[in-house]
């Protein structure tokens, strides 16, 4: 079993929908991350959270301890998010431990 | 400000052989951090090292090793090249708040390894 699970695994939406993305992990929790890989590799932090909410431009993300879930939020998508966003945890058991990732696919 | 700089950005081995591998993080990040991608095991981390230290370790043999300098800057090393070995290399540096990679992550464009 993943230590973090992600769903959906794919997602193609109409320009300018809302997304979310879904992540429950399993372990306890020193931080959650939210990452963003566009093709080609390179890797951007979007959030890191260890409670409530966080928001930057159209994305928000929430996190719930309790319920060992997190969720990240596109408003007004758009073409240019297109992109594969992880999830990833940092847990008190000094391990890292990644989602197998959402593609995002936003069509004009 | 610089960002994360890894190198070399491509490389290509033979089997039995070994790969060094360099990132220079952020200017004031002393927490670097090494990442494997491959297309069947996704992203998984490899080690972190903080003030010269390997604080952390993921699930990989002794073939893969690290270390980091004074100046922050890490290498990291794989001796004995497989197959399986072929992958994404990716390094991250931060601030650390705290326990492992619990500061935001910056991440370099990667070295991707391929093994023949």
């Known amino acids: 079993k993943n230590e973090v699970e992600q769903s959906p695994q794919n997602l193609t939406a109409q320009e300018g929908e809302f997304i979310t993305i879904n992540c429950s992990y399993s372990v306890g929790i020193s931080a959650l991350h939210w990452l963003q890989q566009h093709p080609g590799g390179g890797i951007v932090s979007l959030f890191m959270?260890?409670?409530g909410k966080k928001k930057h431009g159209r994305l928000i993300a929430t996190i719930n301890i309790q319920e060992k879930h997190s969720s990240l939020h596109i408003t007004a998508s758009h073409p240019r998010d297109s992109a594969v966003y992880i999830c990833a945890v940092s847990s008190t058991g000094n391990q890292f431990y990644f989602g197998t990732g959402t593609s995002l696919t936003v069509i004009p | 400000k610089a960002g994360v700089t890894q190198t070399p950005r491509y490389l290509i081995k033979t089997r039995g052989q070994q790969v060094t591998l360099s990132c220079s993080p952020i200017s004031g990040h002393r927490s670097v951090s090494w990442y494997q991608q491959t297309p069947g095991q996704g992203l998984q981390f490899l080690f972190e090292?903080?003030?010269?230290?390997?604080?952390n370790k993921g699930n990989f043999p002794g073939r893969f090793s690290g270390r980091q300098f004074s100046n922050s800057r890490s290498e990291m090393n794989v001796s004995t090249l497989e197959l399986g070995d072929s992958a994404l290399y990716l390094c991250?540096?931060?601030?650390?708040?705290?326990?492992?990679?619990?500061?935001?992550?910056?991440f370099g464009e990667g070295s991707r390894l391929t093994v023949l």
């Open positions: 991250a540096s931060s601030v650390p708040t705290g326990a492992i990679n619990t500061g935001e992550l910056f």
């Open positions: 090292y903080f003030s010269e230290t390997q604080r």
């Open positions: 959270l260890s409670s």
